[in-house]
């Protein structure tokens, strides 16, 4: 099969038309646990200082930085998609948080629109570094707008979590394509809002962080349970509790990250 040309229209179009209803689609029990384990993972590299400025890049509705202002800090949020920024407009006027936040439209491979040397903290949680064009490329673009010693807290699709959507269709090339380059496509119903997605093993994640000049400070599966599969399991509060007390204890094990559907790392400029 013919790999299409990357274009970060795709990218764009998807999120504009997804961003009212964004917050509804990642709504639930199980949801609330994973954005749990996420912020648990980000909140030990918040800044000790409440001036120390932040960025939220690719960040959609404002899940995350939104938090982060309504914790005193100052957050410059950015996403490539104009509807995902005006989502979190509204929620930050919602919060009061205006005087605390601001809004840039940016492509994460493209951060010149934001102050160099600025940032004590960079967020890109979700697939901001999957759905990149060229993922190297734009963590050298993060690295130009932290301040020296500055940390980038991301996420990023795992590789062998899509093995089974290859093995099932059989899609053998796809599934060579994901293995040898770790290259996928998103699956948008519609063929017009699909995009390359790239994802990475544990092993390659912490080589590409390298080469752009990062000192990887943790790395965790998010999640290694399959909290979809689980689901029901989550009304259940008690269940809920067991489900994030096994998650806690497997999801930094290095032989348990291949069971993850993404990784999640902090990684402080070297």
């Known amino acids: 099969m013919k790999r299409k040309p990357h274009d970060p229209g795709a990218n764009r179009h998807y999120h504009d038309r997804v961003a009212a209803k964004y917050d509804g689609i990642y709504s639930g029990p199980r949801w609330d646990a994973w954005y749990e384990i996420a912020w648990a993972g980000l909140k030990p590299h918040l800044p000790r200082d409440l001036r120390a400025p932040v960025a939220d890049l690719g960040c959609g509705t404002g899940r995350y930085g939104l938090r982060i202002a309504k914790s005193g800090y100052s957050v410059a949020l950015s996403d490539l998609s104009h509807g995902m920024l005006e989502a979190a407009r509204r929620k930050a006027g919602e919060m009061g948080l205006g005087e605390r936040v601001s809004f840039q439209q940016a492509d994460v491979m493209d951060l010149s629109a934001l102050p160099r040397g600025h940032f004590a903290l960079a ?20 690295r130009k707008i932290l301040q020296p010693g500055g940390v980038l807290v991301a996420s990023v699709d795992q590789t062998y979590a899509a093995i089974p959507h290859y093995c099932e269709k059989p899609d053998f090339q796809g599934l060579d394509r994901l293995l040898r380059r770790g290259e996928m496509e998103w699956l948008a119903h519609d063929p017009n809002e699909r995009f390359p997605v790239h994802t990475f093993t544990a092993e390659e994640l912490r080589s590409t962080l390298e080469r752009a000049g990062y000192e990887v400070l943790d790395l965790f599966g998010k999640t290694v349970l399959p909290f979809k599969k689980l689901e029901v399991c989550f009304a259940n509060p008690e269940q809920a509790e067991e489900i994030l007390a096994m998650e806690k204890r497997l999801c930094r094990q290095p032989s348990a990250l291949g069971l993850a559907s993404h990784l999640q790392f902090a990684a402080r400029l070297a």
């Open 123 to 142: 967020v890109a949680q979700g697939d901001v570094l999957s759905f990149a064009a060229h993922p190297p490329t734009a963590l050298k673009e993060v």
